[in-house]
C-alpha cells in the first residue's frame, strides 16, 4: 500500500507500507503468527488521521482455510493525542482485541464490520489500514490528560486556569420554596377522575 504526501514540493512522496501486505495463497492452512510495531512512520502515513506518533506492539494471527482467513488483531501501547481540555499533547495508553474474518473465492461482495470480501483472484490482504483503524476504534471519546499521582489534573495548569476565569460563574440552584408562576398554579387545581 503506498501513501501520497501532497506537502512534498515537486510531487508526492512515496511510503511503502509493504510489510503489512501478507501473501496468503502461499500460506499452508493453519496457524501463521506476524508481529508489527506501528510507530511514527506507520501513522504519520495516515495523514488524515487522529494522531501522528505512537508506539503500539501490533499482533496478527492469522488462521487459514481453503475459503477463508480469520485474522486476531491484538494491539498494546500509547499514542500521542491532543487533550480535549488544555490543548497540550499527551500519551494516550491503548490495548484491544479485534477479529476479522475474510471470506475467499465468494461470487458476491458484502462487507459488513467484522467480515471482508476478496475476489478468487487476490493472493495477499493489506492489514495495515485495519490495524490504523482498529487502532483508532480504542481511542476514547473524550481525550484529556490522565490525572497526576496526587489526584490533581495533569493538564496544563496555566491552560486551566485561563478556563476557569473565563467560565461561566454558575448559578445557586433553585429552592422549592421560590415563588412559582401563577400560570402554573392554576393545574395544581385541576383534578382527574
Same mark, same amino acid.
Given at each position: 500500500?503506498?501513501f ?5 514540493k515537486?510531487?508526492c512522496?512515496?511510503?511503502a ?5 501478507i501473501p ?7 496457524n501463521?503468527?506476524y508481529?508489527?510495531?506501528l510507530?511514527r512512520s ?8 487522529e494522531?501522528e506518533n505512537g508506539k503500539?506492539d ?5 488462521f487459514?482455510?481453503p475459503d477463508?482467513?480469520?485474522l486476531?488483531?491484538?494491539?498494546k501501547?500509547e499514542v500521542e493525542?491532543?487533550?480535549d481540555?488544555c490543548?497540550e499533547?499527551y ?6 482485541k479485534r $477479529? &476479522? ?9 458484502? *462487507?459488513? #464490520?467484522?467480515?471482508?470480501?476478496l475476489?478468487a483472484s ?6 495495515a489500514h485495519?490495524?490504523?483503524?482498529f487502532v483508532?476504534?480504542?481511542?476514547p471519546?473524550?481525550r ?8 490533581t489534573?495533569g ?5 486551566l486556569?485561563?478556563i476557569? $476565569? &473565563? ?5 445557586p440552584?433553585?429552592s422549592? *420554596?421560590? #415563588?412559582?408562576d401563577?400560570?402554573w398554579d392554576?393545574?395544581?387545581?385541576l383534578?382527574?377522575d
Amino acid at each position: 500500500m503506498y501513501f501520497c504526501d501532497p506537502s512534498v514540493k515537486g510531487g508526492c512522496r512515496m511510503k511503502a507500507l509493504k510489510e503489512f501486505e501478507i501473501p496468503f495463497s502461499g500460506l499452508k492452512d493453519g496457524n501463521h503468527s506476524y508481529t508489527f510495531e506501528l510507530d511514527r512512520s506507520f501513522f504519520e502515513a495516515f495523514p488524515y488521521g487522529e494522531t501522528e506518533n505512537g508506539k503500539v506492539d501490533a499482533q496478527l494471527e492469522l488462521f487459514k482455510r481453503p475459503d477463508m482467513l480469520t485474522l486476531d488483531f491484538t494491539l498494546k501501547g500509547e499514542v500521542e493525542l491532543i487533550c480535549d481540555r488544555c490543548g497540550e499533547l499527551y500519551s494516550q495508553p491503548v490495548y484491544g482485541k479485534r $477479529q &476479522l474474518v475474510v471470506n475467499l473465492n465468494a461470487d458476491s461482495y458484502n *462487507d459488513e #464490520d467484522d467480515l471482508i470480501t476478496l475476489p478468487a483472484s487476490a493472493h495477499s490482504i493489506d492489514t495495515a489500514h485495519w490495524f490504523y483503524e482498529f487502532v483508532m476504534l480504542l481511542l476514547p471519546a473524550k481525550r484529556v490528560h490522565p490525572n497526576n499521582a496526587n489526584g490533581t489534573s495533569g493538564c496544563d495548569p496555566e491552560m486551566l486556569a485561563r478556563i476557569n $476565569q &473565563l467560565a461561566a460563574p454558575e448559578t445557586p440552584p433553585q429552592s422549592d *420554596d421560590d #415563588d412559582t408562576d401563577p400560570r402554573w398554579d392554576a393545574l395544581k387545581n385541576l383534578k382527574f377522575d
